[in-house]
């Protein structure tokens, strides 16, 4: 049976890919099981430094499936609510796997991220769209709002004006547009995205692995929190930091180095 979320591992960077390029990488239930799983299992895997999420084929994710949402409707009234509310438990899951990923995480947008694969694409750390990317907040054209964390995401990008405005219409974003209002960090070619994302990802991860997963836990709670916070939670991993193998090998190196 083929995967519907691929895994490969190129020089400690793992390259998740969604894989269901005939929906568009669309998600369901089973896709999103396995994603779930995949992340779970490279976010404590100490051979990945750093992960990217892609999209096989045409699409980066066209969002959630319309098939289920079609079950949905023709679920028993009663039934409705609590079904979704436990779905949205693994939107969440999946979403939060990927913006507390304790390593950097980029997702390499190779078409259309629309919807919840928009919400998924600014989850993660950074964003390198080739220049066939397309990102819509489509879910205004379905009824319904973003549920995967892009309505706390995009203003953070885009600015709160700007992401209502996005959000309101659900209008198409190309790649130009998107890196020239910070909707994307980077933009390269599409036969060089998945590559130009994994040496960017080997970029980022070169450095201490304990130091980068602190510093990017405490920098995703800047905006929410106080001056006072942010030093407290810095002192508490600095000194943890002192006890790492990592501080005290770089230290003795320098030293040495000093010494000659």
């Not at 907040?137 to 600015?159: A, I, Q």
């Not at 916070?229 to 930091?241: K, P, S, Y």
């Not at 003795?252 to 000093?258: G, I, Q, S, V, Y």
């Amino acid at each position: 049976m083929t995967a519907l979320v691929e895994l490969t591992l190129e020089d400690k960077v793992a390259i998740v890919t969604l894989n269901r390029p005939e929906v568009r990488n669309a998600i369901n239930d089973a896709l999103r099981t396995e994603l779930v799983a995949i992340l779970e299992r490279v976010a404590v895997d100490a051979a990945v430094r750093a992960v990217v999420l892609t999209g096989q084929g045409k699409a980066f994710c066209a969002g959630g499936d319309i098939s289920g949402m079609k079950e949905r409707l023709n679920a028993p009234a009663g039934q409705v609510g609590f079904n979704g509310w436990r779905r949205q438990g693994q939107v969440h899951r999946s979403v939060a796997l990927l913006h507390g990923m304790p390593k950097p995480v980029i997702a390499a947008v190779n078409g259309a991220a629309a919807g919840l694969g928009c919400d998924m694409a600014l989850a993660c750390d950074f964003i390198l769209a080739s220049e066939q990317a397309v990102f819509t907040m489509s879910f205004v054209k379905r009824g319904l709002v973003s549920d995967g964390g892009g309505m706390y995401f995009l203003p953070r990008r885009v600015g709160l004006p700007r992401a209502k405005e996005m959000i309101f219409t659900g209008r198409a974003v190309d790649a130009k547009e998107a890196l020239a209002i910070g909707l994307a960090d980077r933009m390269t070619s599409a036969d060089r995205l998945v590559a130009d994302a994994a040496a960017w990802a080997r970029e980022l991860s070169q450095a201490s692995g304990v130091s980068i997963a602190f510093s990017k836990a405490i920098l995703d709670r800047t905006f929410e929190s106080t001056e006072e916070q942010i030093f407290a939670l810095g002192r508490e991993a600095q000194a943890v930091c002192y006890t790492s193998d990592e501080h005290r090998d770089a230290v003795a190196a320098f030293l040495d180095k000093t010494a000659r």
